[in-house]
């Protein structure tokens, strides 16, 4: 099980802090970047985990005109991926 973190917010938010503050006491992390989070991707060596661990949304990436990138993982079917994560597989789901 992982405890999943949803980001939503621009790495210059308060609540993206908070969001990898807390992403430091948890053992096994999965983070989902959507919305202004896909922002976070401009520098993803700033990101707390290995790119294998943090899933990005396709369609946020394309609409702010940020170019895909291999080192992210960006499934297919993001919110079906999201939704699985949060119902199967994690023991608590943070929204930032």
């Keep these: 099980m992982a405890d999943v973190f949803l980001l939503t917010k621009a790495p210059s938010a308060s ?4 969001c990898f503050k807390l992403m ?3 053992e096994n992390v999965k983070l989902y970047l959507m919305g202004d989070g896909i922002y976070q991707l401009l520098d993803a060596s700033g990101l707390p985990l290995p790119a294998e661990k943090t899933l990005a949304c396709r369609e946020d990436i394309l ?4 170019a895909l990138t291999n ?3 960006i ?3 993001f919110y079906g991926q999201l939704i699985k994560d949060i119902m199967e597989n994690s023991d608590k789901v943070y929204v930032f």
């Design 71 to 73: 080192d992210i993982v």
């Design 15 to 18: 609540r993206s802090e908070l």
């Design 63 to 66: 609409a702010r005109g940020l």
């Design 24 to 26: 430091k006491h948890s």
């Design 75 to 77: 499934p297919d079917d």
